[in-house]
């Protein structure tokens, strides 16, 4: 019989039943849902709400409950209702009537919001562990190339020198970002919900300050119509992996990019990469086409998530049941997304010889051409119009502009002399650029160890 079963004389078909169960996903809450009832069996012994006798022999079979379904001694029955269900149900048959009284005070509405919140902020610290492996490995790929000059891109075409440092510090201040939104959206959902009721609270004189310190939440919600009906940590939650997925596609995309013959600045190692079925010369970088892929797949989940939300009246409604199957798929796909990341960047092969040139084609140097000529003297829109015109003259005659003789600089301005070819070569380019974000090897060793230093003071 159901939980609820008093109210009805009739049999739920059989298709509703299946249709309406939530236990096939939320199952994977047994451990939140078990620890957060130890808890308020504690409270309603201690608030003398259901004698101690009962709450001690409550909290007794649910830790052993729990001991049994961790180790399999114990599996989870799918035609419950819902975890919630299952747990109660087989507490009952444990220890009979004095079962019974645990769910005193409290509604599956709270229950299944407290549960949410537990499962989101464990999630949440486990995802900013993995960021944070993801930060160091970047920390230490960028440490071995300070010198390593690259092209940097606009439009996917060669617009300025930098280092693949430089590049590597860019995507860590990304996730560095990622890692500080998680932290805020932790905060957001560490508020206890129990005690909110179905949707107006409880009559019974219950201690949730009591149950918050024994869950360890940082506060409890303040209304219980809004506690019961708020998804907002899990829009955020999903919301953060989202953009976290946005991150690791960026960069996946560029090494695709780079892995490629016609880019050929990196190779992707043999443990992260597969072959054709039919041409034995292929070696294809699937791991990060993947997770390019899976991508779309967490963003899908927020996409669900906002779309079931957007016109809830208050206070619980049915719908919310589809909470939980897009957090849970958000959180498995980012976990998995991003512990193949950091194995994959950390096994590339930089192709240092191939950056560099790459670097010094393109007119990279133009920029910094037109910069020299601005300190001779002449305002940046004229040197502007001269460099444009250098670069012109050098395509048609098929050259680099550092390979330009001397005459051919003076045949554009009068102005070029021989310290032209120190000012454009790429390691001036790059390292002239000296300023706090810039690509010289001095601001990016000082950008890796404020990045150090940030790892350090969050104890990664």
Known sequence: MKLWGGRFSGQTNEAANAFHSSITFDRRL???DITGSIAHAEMLGRQNIIPQSDADSIVTALKEILADIESGRLVIDTNSEDIHSFVETELISRIGNA?????????????VALDMRMYVIEE?????????????????????????????????Q?????TLAHHMMAYFHMFRRDYVRLCNCRDGADQMPLGSGALASTTYPIDR??????????GITENSLDAVSDRDFCIEFVSCLSIVMTHLSRFCEELILWCSEDFGFAEMSDSYSTGSSIMPQKKNPDMAELIRGKTGRVYGSLMALLSM????????????QEDKEAVFDAADTAKACLSVFCGMIDSVTFRRDAMRQ???????????????LVKKGLPFRDAHEIVGRLVVYAIEQDKALDRLTIEEFRSISDVFDQSIYEAISVETCVNSRNIVGGPAENAVLESIQKGERFLQDENC
Not at 158 to 162: F, G, R, S
Not at 358 to 372: I, K, L, P, Q
């Open 30 to 32: 047994y451990r939140q």
């Open 99 to 111: 079962g019974r009284q645990l769910h005193t005070g409290r509604s599956r509405n709270d229950q």
């Open 124 to 156: 949440t610290d486990t995802i900013k562990s993995l960021i944070a492996d993801v930060m160091k490995t970047l920390l230490s790929k960028a440490k071995e190339h300070t010198k390593t000059v690259m092209p940097g891109f606009t439009h996917l």
């Open 158 to 162: 060669k617009a300025q020198p930098i």
């Open 209 to 218: 300050e009591f149950v918050r310190e024994r869950l360890g939440f940082a």
């Open 309 to 320: 939300m957007k016109s809830l009246p208050l206070a619980y409604n049915k719908d919310m």
């Open 358 to 372: 790459s670097a010094s084609g393109g007119y990279t140097n133009a920029t910094d051409a037109a910069d020299w």
